[in-house]
């Protein structure tokens, strides 16, 4: 018998349950392995905005060693660093992923992702069809150049706070404590729910 036995498949711990009892079960997920839990924030103020975030989840939903565990509501925000008005305003959303793959991986597949929606790196804090950042992966602390862990300006942007919060009340964010603090210090002006919008949660 090999370790990819279809037994656990039968385990009633792996039918759809409950959100607030997901983390008791990620054990019983038969598709991956000792998965990591990893946070994504996704913006984009081009173009059809929502559709092209839905398609930015669906990508990752189809990443091997890759699931989508929770998909925050939208929330609408001003473009950060530019003066107002000067671009269109950002739709904004978070996601929790289990994965298998390691940091640098991830932080491949996101930029992948971005090229295949022709996101173009012209100007820092210029517009862009599609925005995959890694803010935070399991407890991990870096300052790698390449990837910092987790996402050093995280704990300073409510269009990144505010959608964690919704997905994850008791969230904390690595090195800078719980979400709900880092939140309230923040505050939410300039980041506007947008209840009429809605991203799925691939099936």
Do not use: C
């Not at 039968?10 to 959100?19: H, L």
């Not at 295949?116 to 300052?143: H, K, L």
């Amino acid at each position: 018998m090999t370790a990819f036995s279809t037994e656990g498949q039968s385990d009633p711990t792996v039918q759809p349950v409950p959100a607030a009892v997901v983390e008791q079960v990620d054990a019983a997920d038969v598709t991956l392995s000792n998965p990591k839990r990893a946070v994504i924030s996704l913006g984009s103020n081009l173009g059809n905005r929502l559709e092209t975030i839905q398609g930015a989840i669906d990508a990752l939903e189809d990443t091997p060693g890759l699931r989508v565990k929770a998909v925050s509501p939208v929330y609408e925000t001003e473009p950060w660093g530019v003066e107002p008005g000067s671009q269109p305003s950002y739709f904004n959303a978070v996601i929790v992923v289990k994965t298998t793959l390691p940091p640098s991986s991830l932080l491949e597949r996101g930029q992948a992702i971005e090229e295949a929606f022709d996101r173009v790196r012209e100007e820092r804090w210029g517009p862009r069809t599609i925005d995959v950042d890694i803010v935070s992966y399991a407890e991990v602390v870096s300052d790698d150049p390449l990837l910092t862990l987790p996402h050093p300006r995280a704990r300073e942007r409510a269009f990144v706070l505010a959608p964690w919060h919704d997905v994850d009340p008791e969230a904390q964010l690595p090195g800078a404590g719980p979400v709900a603090d880092l939140l309230a210090g923040v505050g939410r002006d300039g980041v506007l729910p947008r209840p009429d919008l809605e991203l799925r949660l691939p099936e």
